[in-house]
């Protein structure tokens, strides 16, 4: 990067007191790029602003980093200060010139460069606000040659102290990082961990950061940034998930190594060969649809990257389907195991039944959330509660908003009002005069608010879910000190509650509903939904989720005769 290389070169030559630097997607590498480069040529301390959360903790880690001292338990833990230099602001400056004048070598009596690099100053400024504005006049008021850098993810406007108290700092603004920078990254922490691997171990057994794996991780890492890149750009995201994946990947390679040393002589010395490029594209093959996932949850961290690795390991017999286990004896093994499974499923008229169930159930935990839609149906895919909310969403779609009240309403005497009789033209009767009315299936599912939904799912859960209808009767204790006493009305306080827009959330995200605002926020009336187009929001696939829920739904959609 062009403006931390301009940092670089003006903490060596001619330092500024104030240096603030602004990178809003990857503050932590432009740290550890700027520490990587001058932590051989000038004296540098790291500061963490969420670490140092109280001054005396802010002033201690200064002085201990300037002296490169480290607190350890034989000592009793003490600082590099034996006085009371964590009192106040004059007395941290007082033993800042004191440890300053010892660094100071030669007939010059001249000290070395001093920089501090603070991490996340806004923290400085929510915890401590009086100490940011004489921390950027920190050289002034210590009159040595030292420069204070702040990092941080917000801009100096927002963090700025009042009334001017602060100085104008040398800003720089750190541009997103570029395909080529984080693979530049990417590469460096793959040699940081060869040399980690290789000095904490005397074994010759290769590992995944291997040095002649380099090229191959390379071509790896080529892969999962062009996956990740339009999602995230910050550095940090993509290492953790190739961090995640990478073992894995490299694994088939790995076994396939030591089964040929274990199957060649004592006295053949076999050697640790990069994959050839037919097995590097077969790799390719097997493993990309998983980056994908590994992005969807590593990314939110939804898990963490080792209970990640362990789930989406790769059994033996789809790695031996893409040709990535050569060895004969685990093939005889896998097809000895599906044989096994298959007799096993013939043996019983029981289980084929059972079995499929339980099949269907994993398969629809292994999918992602864009295929399970898709693949399963919803019955088996979606939990009964967002069967409720679909159920509800197609009747709002489907009905007029003036026979919410006809259908639903109910009064005190918990007699719910029934829909009116329709009568039937006579056939003798006089056609209406004008234009003929569209019926509500050719013109699509039109859009509701939210707090419409709200109110369906209420009356729907009410009326035809027993087990919740059970519970909530038989709960004499008000919730959470309210008293219920209106029928109904301790449903409509439990379908507001936060697992209800998590559900409508997440049939958001598998588009089996469409919000019709731009608005990213569920609020009330402001945000207009409508059920998704295509099969999961036919009639027929709504009217199945409605038997199984035990709702009429025909009874229920005003224009049943248009339904067919």
Known sequence: MNSLNEVVSLLELFPPPFIFINDPISPKYTIQSLVSALEDKIRLVHIDGISCFTPRLLYDTILNGLS?????????????????????????????????????????????????????????????????????????????????????????????????????????????????????????????????????????????????????????????????????????????????????????????????VEAAAEDDDIEFERPSTELLLRLTRHFKPSLSLALEQLYPRLTNAADWARTNESDASSLAKDGLILSDTVLDDVEEEEDTVNEMLLSSPSRPRTSKRIQEQKVAQDLSSSDIKDTLPLSVSLPRLSQFILVAAYIASMNPQKTDLRLFGRGTDEKKRRRRATKRQMANAKPKSGPAKIPQRFSGPSPFPLERLIAILGALVEENDPVASEVISSQNVPADGLDFRIPGERTDYEVTRVGVYASIAQLTSLRLLVKTTSSDKLDGLSTMLKCGSGAPSSYETILSLAKGLGVPLPDLIWDTAAMG
């Not at 691997?197 to 191959?216: A, I």
């Open 68 to 260: 490169q001292h480290r607190p350890s338990w034989d000592e009793g833990c003490r600082n590099w200060s034996q006085e009371t230099a964590n009192d106040s602001m004059d007395s941290f400056l007082r033993a800042l010139k004191a440890l300053y004048a010892s660094l100071c070598t030669g007939s010059s009596n001249k000290g070395p460069r001093v920089a501090l690099v603070i991490e996340k100053p806004e923290r400085l400024k929510e915890r401590m606000p009086d100490i940011l504005a004489p921390f950027t006049r920190l050289a002034e008021l210590s009159n040595l040659e030292l420069s204070v850098v702040m990092v941080s993810e917000a801009r100096w406007q927002d963090i700025r102290p009042p009334f001017g108290s602060a100085i104008d700092p040398y800003y720089v603004d750190i541009p997103v990082p570029t395909k080529e920078v984080i693979i530049e990254h990417l590469m460096k922490t793959f040699e940081r961990c060869s040399r980690d691997f290789n000095l904490g171990s005397t074994s010759t057994t290769p590992h995944p950061y291997d040095p002649v794996l380099l090229q191959t991780y390379k071509h790896f890492i080529y892969i999962l940034v062009d996956v990740c890149y339009l999602y995230t750009n910050d550095p940090h995201e993509i290492q953790y998930i190739a961090a995640a994946r990478w073992p894995g990947f490299i694994k088939p390679v790995l076994d396939a190594h030591s089964m040929n």
